[in-house]
């Protein structure tokens, strides 16, 4: 089992910024991906930033440029740091990890924090 905790979240002005920490915690060596999704309501869960098995780090297309995937394994935490905010970024976000655990994959999740940009 994976637990995951997002911190950070608020409520920022178009153009502000925020830094979402996520810290995790038990079985922390099956990790072998992770990231961040957020969800709006009315849509579709998006994936913001995911860092993959191979190391690479993909972002969804509207926030290429803004914001930025970062991780500290020292203190087993991950960051998305979002700069430059718009109302469209309004939404619940959730850091997310993938695991493998006696040959299966999980995804776990946190709780999410809220992030509100207003105008």
């Known amino acids: 089992q994976v637990e995951l905790a997002e911190s950070g979240g608020g409520q920022v002005q178009v153009g502000g910024s925020l830094r979402l920490t996520c810290r995790a915690s038990g079985k922390i060596g099956t990790i072998y991906s992770m990231g961040w999704h957020r969800q709006a309501p009315g849509r579709q869960r998006e994936t913001v930033a995911w860092?993959?098995?191979?190391?690479?780090?993909t972002y969804l297309d509207s926030v290429k440029g803004r914001f930025t995937f970062s991780e500290d394994r020292s203190k087993d935490e991950m960051y998305l740091q979002m700069n430059d905010l718009n109302v469209g970024d309004t939404a619940v976000y959730f850091c997310?990890?993938?695991?493998?655990?006696?040959?299966?994959?999980?995804?776990?999740w946190g709780q999410g924090t809220q992030v509100t940009v207003s105008s």
């Open positions: 997310a990890s993938n695991s493998r655990l006696a040959d299966k994959d999980y995804h776990f």
């Open positions: 860092l993959g098995e191979r190391g690479r780090i």
